[in-house]
């Protein structure tokens, strides 16, 4: 698998044209050689909650677009449920907040994946966590596929990028249980205040409440939704379990591109790098200034590219950032010091999903 990585400048949004930067940058990866006449392409996205505003733009996808039609293929958007409570936990809502944002104006399909259970595929993988893991099919059965990534922090997985859209994004809804229950968190009980908050917030009923939160794991799916709204930060994530999910969303991202590896182009967005991912409800300012817009067929390559990237800037002061501010320092720790992002580039390159290593190419 090749491990360039082509990076194109994005340094002041409002005056770079970026939808013509990203046709630049989709031509020079070459990806129209790749896929034929009448091919079916995914184009992975995230239609995102309908507050945010920093998402990925439908201007940004509609030059990748035209130039698949140009070849007679014939691309669909696509995404699937969310766990969590919020506007993509069902097709209807989710639906919804893509036409609020517009997606429909782009005129192709747009495939919310997962809908039912016929929509599942088992992919065999035989990996250390999964044997095999449960992928949207019709993702599964596209004859391509371009996974559109906004780079972002996450509670789970620290930094938030190719790997963890593609092994979450493209799992079905028990896929992404599977995933999220090795990732149960728990509660401390010094810091549980008793305040109730986290009972409405939860989806499974799994929390009561006496003088300090419990959980019942035998009910918890590890949606993780109860973590964010907690007033004193009770409901924690431990280092270990940040890791079993890496690696299953990593052994995820593997099953889900399998076969076809080498016509899976992955564009990541450094662009509004929010702390923490577009789903949450809260406004969130950037940890480091705009970077570019990257793009490889090598998801580690690609990650690994952007965290390196992002980690040499210098970091917002007026961010959720906590530590690590200087140039050189990893941010994703500065916000998540429980969670060593790497590992997920680690696993990933270890497993074969694609190589750490990479040659940075500006264009
Ligand atoms: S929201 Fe936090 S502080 Fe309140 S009961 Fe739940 S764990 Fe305790
Ligand atoms: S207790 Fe478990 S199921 Fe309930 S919100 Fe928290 S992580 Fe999700």
């Known amino acids: 698998m090749t491990n360039k990585v082509y990076l194109i400048d994005v340094t002041n949004k409002s005056e770079d044209n970026i939808p013509q930067k990203i046709q630049t940058l989709y031509e020079t990866t070459q990806f129209n050689d ?20 920093t998402y990925i733009k439908p201007e940004y996808i509609e030059p990748i677009i035209e130039s698949i039609k140009e070849k007679e293929a014939s691309p669909f958007l696509t995404d699937t449920n969310t766990l969590f409570n919020g506007k993509r936990s069902n097709t209807d809502k989710h639906l919804e907040a893509a036409n609020e944002k517009g997606f429909f104006d782009l005129n192709i399909p747009l495939i919310i994946a997962n809908n039912t259970p016929a929509d599942e595929i088992e992919v065999k993988i035989s990996k250390a966590v999964f044997d095999k893991v449960k992928v949207a099919k019709e993702i599964y059965d596209s004859d391509a596929m371009i996974v559109i990534s906004h780079i972002t922090g996450h509670t789970l997985t620290g930094y938030s990028g190719a790997i963890k859209n593609t092994g979450s994004g493209c799992a079905t809804r028990n896929g992404k249980i599977e995933q999220h229950k090795l990732a149960a968190p728990f509660i401390s009980r010094i810091a549980c205040l008793a305040c109730n908050v986290c009972i409405d ?10 003088s300090i939160a419990h959980i ?32 299953a969303v990593t052994e995820y991202a593997y099953g889900a591109i399998e076969n076809k590896k080498d016509k899976t182009l992955y564009i990541n967005i450094l662009l509004n790098i929010n702390p923490d991912s577009d789903c949450n409800s809260y406004d969130q300012n950037p940890i480091v200034d705009d970077i570019g817009i990257l793009a490889s067929y090598n998801p580690v390559a690609i990650d690994q590219a952007s965290y390196d990237l992002i980690n040499k800037q210098e970091g917002n002061e007026n961010s959720m950032l906590k530590n690590n501010h200087d140039p050189e320092k990893d941010k994703f720790k500065g916000l998540w010091r429980n969670i060593d992002s790497y590992f997920q580039f680690d696993y990933g390159d270890e497993i074969g999903l694609g190589s750490k290593k990479y040659n940075l190419i500006k264009i």
């Open 34 to 53: 790749r896929i034929q006449k009448n091919d079916n392409i995914a184009i992975k996205t995230q239609f995102i909650e309908s507050h945010d505003t």
């Open 201 to 210: 917030l939860c989806p499974e009923e799994a929390i009561t409440v006496d």
């Open 216 to 247: 019942d794991y035998d009910k918890c799916i590890g949606c993780n939704n109860c973590i964010s709204d907690c007033p004193t930060d009770a409901i924690k994530l431990n280092k270990i379990k940040s890791e079993e999910y890496m690696k």
